[in-house]
């Protein structure tokens, strides 16, 4: 079956970066789009960026440009999210999302900013 | 950026009768390519992540109820539950995928009356 595994929560002081990984299985990774959303706490989803797994290809939402990378490793079939330059306000739980629309999500990574 | 509208933000619905929420887009997200509309729904519980309802407006996810379903074209969709369940408590998002930033609508919470 279809599985997202993703690594576990982090604390990180303000200015500092994460990196979040998504270790896919049951499917072949780059046949399908990952997506990145994020949820703060009481909030609603907001979709941060796509990257196609095969060429590497990826697609930033404006708000997160220049502070978003997204990479992978085609031989774990694993992505990668890096956010850098943290501020409290990206304190939020991180999902990775297979295809589009996504069918399948990972756990979610619980990222918390704060001095 | 296309803007996901929902309404009503939450409801309540009583066990057996039928709930309907509303997405309007700032933008039609009808696709010419293949005539369908760019437009998901996904449901959400406490503590879990989304899981995905419907696609394409009204073509329902593998496994989903028969209760739940999609409708609407262009800026304009609703989802409904015809007999809401207890199961059905949750927070329900549309989203459009018709272009980037795949935009989603601001949630609608569905509690039991």
């Known amino acids: 079956q279809v599985q997202l595994v993703q690594s576990g929560a982090e604390v990180k002081k303000p200015g500092a970066s994460v990196k979040v990984s998504c270790k896919t299985s049951?499917?072949?990774?780059?046949?399908?789009?990952i997506n990145w959303v994020r949820q703060a706490t009481g909030q609603g989803l907001e979709w941060m960026g796509w990257?196609?797994?095969?060429?590497?290809?990826?697609g930033i939402a404006q708000k997160f440009q220049g502070r978003v990378t997204m990479t992978r490793n085609t031989s774990i079939s694993t992505a990668y999210m890096e956010l850098s330059s943290l501020r409290s306000e990206d304190t939020a739980v991180y999902y990775c999302?297979?295809?589009?629309?996504?069918?399948?999500w990972g756990q979610g990574t619980l990222v918390t900013v704060s001095s | 950026d296309i803007v996901m509208t929902q309404s009503p933000d939450s409801l309540a619905v009583s066990l057996g009768e039928r709930a309907t929420i509303n997405c309007r887009s700032s933008?039609?997200?009808?696709?010419?390519?293949?005539?369908?509309?760019?437009l998901a729904w996904y449901q959400q519980k406490p503590g879990q992540p989304p899981k995905l309802l419907i696609y394409?407006?009204?073509t329902r996810e593998s496994g989903v109820p028969d209760r739940f379903s999609g409708g609407g074209s262009g800026t304009d969709f609703t989802l409904t539950i015809s007999s809401l369940q207890a199961a059905d408590v949750a927070v329900y998002y549309c989203?459009?995928?018709?272009?980037?930033?795949?935009?989603f609508g601001g949630g609608t919470k569905v509690q039991i009356k």
């Open positions: 999302a297979k295809g589009v629309p996504p069918t399948s």
């Open positions: 989203q459009q995928y018709y272009s980037t930033p795949r935009t």
């Open positions: 049951g499917y072949t990774f780059t046949s399908y789009d």
């Open positions: 394409w407006a009204s």
């Open positions: 990257m196609n797994p095969n060429s590497g290809n990826t």
């Open positions: 933008q039609s997200v009808l696709r010419s390519s293949n005539n369908r509309n760019s």
